[in-house]
């Protein structure tokens, strides 16, 4: 099972259209994946346009993306089990966050946004993965969103990229 991961897209704040890096992956997935932060459900209904779509709504998206999406959930991937929650909240940093928002289940992937920071790493035996951002990189070099394999274990990677071209 191929994913592409994305969060924080901000459209049409911050893009008017999905990058092309990102449309070529989005082509060739079984799933994509979108850990808020919308900011339009324009979005959603782009990318559905490419296949199935599961996310979340992040700390500033609106009532319409509310509706449609809960603020985390747990979907099951070829038995693998696979958090997924934007991030936001007060206090504490965004991984200790979506630490404790699966705390008591057997979670083995945590998908996340909120920062714009790309990041993979363990934590115990739980793998956290922040796509970063297809569309804001802040004050980071590169654009990025992630691609994730889940077959006979999961391999993550991130999708690093300059222009929108």
Known sequence: MQLVILSDTHMP???????????KELQEADLIIHAGDWQTLDVYEELKQYGRVEGVY???D????????PRSQILELND?????????????TTEKRVI??????EIDLIIFGHSHLPLLRFVKKT?????????????????SFGKISINDGIHAEHIF???FD
């Not at 696979?82 to 504490?92: A, E, F, I, P």
């Not at 404790?100 to 289940?105: A, L, N, V």
């Open 127 to 143: 793998l956290l993965f922040n796509p970063g951002s297809a569309t804001d990189k802040r004050r980071l070099s590169h654009y």
């Open 80 to 92: 693998y089990r696979v958090g997924l929650v934007h991030g936001h909240g007060d206090k504490k």
């Open 100 to 105: 404790e928002e699966f705390e008591g289940e």
């Open 62 to 69: 609106g009532e319409d993306i509310t509706k449609v999406f």
């Open 13 to 23: 704040k911050k893009a008017k259209q999905l990058p092309k890096r990102l449309v």
């Open 161 to 163: 990229y300059d222009s």
């Open 58 to 60: 992040g700390n500033v």
